[in-house]
């Protein structure tokens, strides 16, 4: 192969890869914009859902004796406080990403912590649920005389 072929066949294996990094580019690009309006979308819906489900503590209060209104709002205080402090420790976290440069990979592991923390809570109000319907399914239900 002479020289001149060498530097011919470099130079297009050159412009092969520039055109194949900028489609790349491209396509991270597009499906970063895919990303974030996935996440606004979640982030909408999640909203939603929230507002329907204070609609729901609401009606529920409005039918509560005073000692499950005091046990829910201590519990509630708890949780708020808990949520706070995880909340706190994560701006510090992503404060120290952000001085690292590694601010992408923290965000993704943050909303995975995140994502997590909201399953684990939404198993507990499933098991309270539950728990709420079976008790109420034995409190209507008419007691048998052995």
């Not at 046990?71 to 949520?83: I, R, V, Y």
């Amino acid at each position: 192969m002479k020289l001149s072929d060498m530097f011919s066949t470099l130079a297009d294996n050159a412009r092969m890869f520039e055109k194949r990094a900028a489609e790349w580019q491209d396509e991270m690009s597009s499906k970063n914009d895919e990303m974030m309006a996935s996440a606004r979308k979640w982030q909408e819906t999640a909203m939603q859902r929230q507002e329907e489900m204070n609609q729901q503590m609401r009606g529920y209060f409005e039918q509560a004796g005073d000692n499950v209104r005091n046990q829910w709002h201590s519990m509630q205080t708890a949780w708020e406080d808990q949520f706070q402090k995880m909340r706190e420790k994560g701006e510090e976290m992503r404060a120290a990403a952000m001085k690292n440069g590694q601010f992408p990979d923290w965000a993704e592991a943050y909303a995975a912590q995140m994502v997590s923390f909201a399953q684990k809570m939404q198993d507990e109000a499933s098991n309270a649920i539950a728990a709420a319907t079976e008790a109420r399914g034995k409190a209507a239900s008419p007691k048998k005389k052995t």
